[in-house]
Nanobody, 124 residues
Framework: QVQPVESGGGLVQTGSSLRLSCAAS????????IAWFRQGPGADREFVAT???????YYADSVKGRFTISRANDKNTVYLQMDTLEPQDTAVYYC??????????????????WGQGTQVTVSS
């Protein structure tokens, strides 16, 4: 069983950048799709981005052009580079591991393993 562990969150100002990391603990990300979800105060958990086992990437419209997801297979780590951050990006960001079909990549129920989350706060 692979356990994802997130890091890299923090408090930044509007327009700043952050890079989140998701490292595999107790297993490997090999063969899995890795996704980032986020949950803001009082909101549902929402899909942000995913990198599939094939390395294809997909993004939510709200982050397209500002966020970049990538995977370093040799390090068993997935990154989320977040640029031009906005206050509405404020949320707890979660890393999730699974093998969803393409039409279900945005469904959190399709992911098997979840990290504990890392807080990102963007001040205006």
């Amino acid at each position: 069983q692979v356990q994802p562990v997130e890091s890299g969150g923090g408090l930044v100002q509007t327009g700043s950048s952050l890079r989140l990391s998701c490292a595999a603990s107790g297993g490997s990300f090999s063969g899995y799709g890795i996704a980032w979800f986020r949950q803001g105060p009082g909101a549902d958990r929402e899909f942000v981005a995913t990198v599939r086992a094939t390395s294809q990437t997909y993004y939510a419209d709200s982050v397209k052009g500002r966020f970049t997801i990538s995977r370093a297979n040799d390090k068993n780590t997935v990154y989320l580079q977040m640029d031009t951050l906005e206050p509405q990006d404020t949320a707890v960001y979660y890393c999730a591991v699974g093998r969803p079909i393409l039409s279900a990549i945005q469904d959190p129920n399709m992911y098997y393993y979840w990290g504990q989350g890392t807080q990102v706060t963007v001040s205006s």
